[in-house]
């Protein structure tokens, strides 16, 4: 088994709804922001090849959208998701299986995109099985009034009609079937409905693909929780339990949107869990 980081873009978000009650005298210090108050955020998946099957966590907010839903976003960079394949050998059509850690649209944009005569929208991997787990399609296909600008139809409902569509159990048994990956998820509802955690097992370390959970080195302290989740005091809860493992565990975090570091360690301290050393994911795993 084999892992690479796909890039798939760069853009930016207000950083006060980044770390919801904490100062921005505080969380600048980790993530500085600019004029705007934006931050910088990446849109980082991670690519699986595991013998004949090449799964990819997550897509990227995809470009599909109008120059109107991209101006509130703030694009930065020349990274693509074809380009980042492209740099190890792939194509999109190589890819048998896209992961979707939720169902928000910075997750999986880029799993559907405009057909050749830009009429509707297709499957942009068109080989590959979608996953995500039923009580979240529930959850994103009627969203709450809250949610609701984060889950778009046109990324959603191609999957279905496309009939690419697949659901994990708890016991995701379908997805790992006839292979030997290393790879069990953690479900957690903090920040969205039955978000995955995905946990992989490489090289003889567990890496987490921490999505929402824990967005970028920042927010690693417990406290610091994004204004979009849901249940804020339950991913307070969540995250303790998780961060208290890892640490014990000796976990590798691998950020999907911290738009200057892939991965890194954790250290436990009087103050809790906090980062031990920030690393690249080729580096670290040569």
């Known amino acids: 088994m084999t892992l690479y980081p796909i890039e798939t873009g760069n853009f930016k978000l207000d950083g006060g709804a980044m ?27 991670l690519l699986i090849e595991d013998g004949n099957r090449l799964i990819l966590i997550d897509t990227g907010v995809g470009n599909k959208q109008s120059n109107t839903f991209f101006s509130y976003y703030y694009q930065w ?5 074809d380009a ?9 059509d190589d890819i048998t299986d896209v992961f979707m850690t939720h169902l928000h649209f910075d997750h999986c944009g880029g799993s559907i995109q405009w057909n ?7 499957p942009a991997f068109k080989n590959a099985a979608f996953w995500t787990n039923e009580n979240h399609w529930q959850w994103a296909t009627k969203p709450n009034i809250r949610e609701k ?4 139809k046109e990324n959603l409902l191609p999957m279905q009609e496309s009939g690419q569509l697949k659901f994990i159990s708890r016991g995701n048994d379908a997805f790992i079937k006839n292979s030997e990956l290393g790879f069990g998820i953690l479900f957690v509802d903090g920040h969205t409905e039955k978000q995955m955690i995905p946990h992989i097992q490489y090289q003889g370390k567990t890496i987490a693909f921490v999505a929402d959970l824990v967005p970028t080195v920042g927010h690693i302290p417990v406290p610091y929780i994004m204004g979009y989740d849901t249940r804020p005091l339950l991913t307070l809860a969540e995250k303790e339990l998780f ?6 565990e000796d976990y590798i975090l691998f950020f999907e949107h911290d738009a200057h570091n892939e991965i890194c360690t954790l250290q436990s301290t009087e103050k809790g869990v906090r980062l031990n050393q920030t690393h690249t994911f080729n580096d670290l795993f040569k």
């Not at 050749?116 to 297709?122: A, N």
């Not at 961060?243 to 014990?248: R, S």
Request: aromatic share 10%.
């Open 149 to 152: 600008a984060s889950f778009l």
């Open 19 to 45: 770390f919801g009650v904490v100062p921005q005298t505080i969380w600048q210090r980790t993530n500085p922001a600019d004029n705007n108050n934006m931050i910088d955020l990446a849109a980082r998946s």
């Open 84 to 92: 980042s394949l492209a740099k190890y050998g792939f194509h999109k």
């Open 243 to 248: 961060l208290n493992t890892a640490a014990k």
């Open 116 to 122: 050749k005569d830009r009429t509707g929208y297709e």
């Open 77 to 81: 960079g020349d990274h693509s998701i």
